[in-house]
């Protein structure tokens, strides 16, 4: 093999390792909402609270709700 042909071997390698980096830790452009709302969040934690009047049943089930994601993240917390 020449010199030339392993250079342009290694760049095209290059590039393909570059491309399926990026793809392989999630810098797609599908999640940038998500993050941003969830960096807002995190910033600004009330800015995320609902203030509206709830629908009958539905707070029952937002606290619920709430009471389950916290159990699970501190098992999860205690299990680190």
Do not use: T
């Not at 392993?6 to 590039?15: D, E």
């Amino acid at each position: 093999m020449s010199i030339q042909m392993l250079s342009r071997f290694g760049i095209a390698a290059c590039l393909v390792a570059l491309v399926s980096g990026c793809s392989f830790f999630g810098h797609s452009s599908d999640d940038h909402g998500a993050a941003a709302y969830s960096s807002e969040c995190r910033s600004n934690p009330k800015s995320c609270q609902y203030e509206g009047h709830y629908e009958p049943g539905e707070e029952n089930y937002a606290v619920q709700e709430a009471k389950r994601l916290n159990e699970a993240q501190s098992a999860r917390l205690r299990s680190w």
